[in-house]
């Protein structure tokens, strides 16, 4: 396999994804129309979503979205505004202290460019956002993307590379503006 295919679709792999991500989708549907008072329905859910409790002091303001739940790796403190999107099959670590805005998408999985393999293969990498990075609004953080600690990734921006640390990021393909 070359450094361009994850997973070939159709395979046992990707069918047994598919079975999970079924079953996370109908788990967050739930969730989703919990009242938002009923933290030991969510904590419940959650725990089935991530097959273990959500660390201490982590806040996650439904609706939340994950395909998988398996691969998402969340640290202490870590909050989570409302109607985030997680693809994390390909693996998402979030660092203590991560702060997420709404509308945010962490997308680890694609499809190769080329036509004909782009319906024979997932292509994937995972994401790693080192501690107390702020992810603004809407910003979109693609497959392989490493953010070091203390950045911030400007509300809208749509992050392709790696984020040195202590640094601001902007833009529909976000550059590095300012570091300190």
């Not at 999970?20 to 859910?45: H, I, M, W, Y």
């Not at 390909?90 to 660092?95: H, K, P, Y």
Request: with cysteine.
């Amino acid at each position: 396999m070359t450094s361009d295919r994850f997973m070939r679709i159709h395979s046992p792999e990707f069918q047994a994804m598919s079975e999970r991500v079924l079953r996370v989708t109908q788990l967050t549907s739930r969730l989703n129309v919990l009242p938002f008072e009923d933290e030991a329905g969510k904590a419940e859910l959650f725990e089935q979503i991530l097959a273990r409790p959500l660390p201490p002091k982590v806040t996650i303001h439904p609706p939340f979205y994950t395909d998988h739940g398996l691969q998402l790796d969340l640290a202490e403190r870590v909050f989570i505004n409302q109607n985030c999107t997680f693809l994390d099959y390909a693996g998402i670590r979030l660092g203590e202290r991560v702060m997420v805005g709404p509308n945010v998408m962490f997308l680890t999985l694609g499809h190769p460019v080329d036509p004909g393999e782009r319906r024979e293969w997932l292509t994937g990498a995972p994401i790693d956002v080192a501690e107390n990075v702020w992810i603004g609004a809407g910003a979109k953080i693609l497959p392989g993307v490493s953010i070091g600690r203390d950045a911030v990734i400007a509300a809208g921006s749509v992050v392709a590379d790696d984020v040195p640390p202590a640094s601001l990021v902007t833009g529909g393909k976000a550059t590095v503006r300012r570091r300190w």
